[in-house]
Structure formats: C-alpha cells, structure tokens
C-alpha cells in the first residue's frame, strides 16, 4: 500500500525512507559528537576479531562517521529509495533495504576471513549499492543526469557500470583504498537475488519457465525494460498483450519521474490509482 503524506516536505518523504534517514543522521552525530567510541559496537568487525558480534550485520549499516560518506548515501537514499518505497509499498522496501544491507556485510566478512585481513566495515553504502540496481532492473529506461556527463544516462547503464566499476576496484586492491568495494557489489547481488525471487513467486512470468534459462539471459531480460515473455488469451493476442504491457510500463515510467521532478503530492488522483495498481503486481 503506497504511503499517503501531508503537504510540508518531510512528510513527502515515504515513512521507511524518512526513519532511515533520520536513524543515519542520529547515529553520525553521536558518532561524532558523543565521547564514546560508538564504532566498535556498531561497526562490521572481521570474523578474527574479538570484537565481532553478529547484530553488527545490522548496526554497521546505519553508521557513518565521515560527513561526505553520510550525505552521498543518503542523498542517494533519498533520490531513489522514495521512488521504490512508493512503487513497493514500505514493508517491501524494509525488508529490501535489510537483505540487502546484512548481505553485502556478509559478504564483506567472508572477503576478509578468506584473504585473513582485518578490518572495520560502516556505512549504507551495500544497501545503497542494491538500490541502485533495484532503480535499474524496475525502471531501466529512465534517463538520470549524472556528474560530471553532460548528457543524460539510461538508469540500467548507470547500474552496469558501477557494477563494473566497483568490480575491477575490489580486485584492483590498491594501496590505500578503504572502501568495501565487493561489499557494494554484495548488496547489488543480494539485491538481484531476492527481485528474482520475487518475480518468480508472484508468477510474473505467465507462460514458458523462464527459471530453466541462463543466469545471464534473465538478468538481460530484467534490464531490457520490455516484455520478454508472451502469454496466449483467448481475447487478446501475443502483440496486444505486449504492446499493453509496454504501454503501462512507459507510464508507470513517466509518473515516477514526476514524482522525482515535483514529488508525489503533485500527481492526479488516475496517476496514483495507476501507481498504486502497480505496486501490488
């Protein structure tokens, strides 16, 4: 069910993406305001490590200490997290939020037991990672604005990329380089697990068994943004059934870029029956 607000910016923000946000925030201040070393209880430590426990897997995903790590998650969060809060409905987006976060931890510590490294792991950044391609595989097609390109790119490049990206940095393994590259990589794996998953139980696809093709046609497929399956009604045709879905895909597309552009409290009452219709598919 979509998250109805009030007219004053901070209750446009969708429910779950406004706790997180705030939660974040709280935690770096007492991080770094408070004389109390928060991190070693509410970082990720290295399974080696005496000071390892296994609620940190949720703790490390809320705690920042630098301000920049802070707000580029968070401003990430807030550009994309709404979107799919909006298009999921808030206990969808939690619980995706959590897999997502507690799986790119998990596989943070299993990089550092198998290369006997030690380390601290904080931020959102695994979560976000899994946003982010979340935000590709449900709305590939829509153009974002991304610094410093001074043209626009299609949100299913911009995931390819970073995931490139982070890939050939985590196994790049430079002097100096602190960040959790294969955790990143960790939240957009999970992140592709559990929307697969999700599809395959809501029986998205109608007709065939697209679970007997290769991992890498149905990742394909989920970022192509058009129908791949085709479905025999006695009333309508394999084209028509395709063309509609189309059609409401490029709608749906059109009213969640609204809501990026002028926020939901700007849409028509048919544009959040449609919204809402479509985030219980």
Known sequence: MLYRS?????????????????INLAIWAACNFLKFPLVEYLGLFDLNSKYFNLYQLITYQFTHVAFLHLFFNMFALFMFGRVL???????????????????????????????????????????????LLAFGMLFPNT?????????????????????????????????GDDVAHFAHLGGMLFG????????????????????NQSLSKKIKNLFSGKPKMTVHHQQETDWEYNARKAEENKEIDRILDKIKN?????????????LFNASKK
């Open 262 to 274: 002028s926020g939901y409290n700007n849409l028509s009452e048919d544009e959040k029956k449609k």
């Open 143 to 175: 153009p974002l604005m991304i610094i410093p390109f001074p043209f626009p790119i299609k949100a299913k490049y911009l995931v390819i990329g970073y995931g490139v990206l982070e890939l050939w940095m985590g196994f790049a393994n430079r002097s």
């Open 85 to 131: 809060e909006n298009y999921w409905g808030p206990s969808r987006f939690l619980t995706y939020y959590m897999v997502t976060g507690i799986g790119a931890g998990l596989i943070q510590l299993a990089i550092c037991y198998f290369q006997n490294t030690h380390s601290v792991t904080i931020g959102a950044s695994g979560a976000v990672f899994g946003i």
């Open 192 to 211: 592709i697990i559990l929307i697969l998953y999700w599809q395959k139980k809501s029986g998205k696809y109608r007709t065939g068994n697209p679970w």
């Open 6 to 22: 009030n007219n004053n910016f901070y209750n446009s923000i969708p429910v779950v993406t406004r706790y997180i946000l705030l």
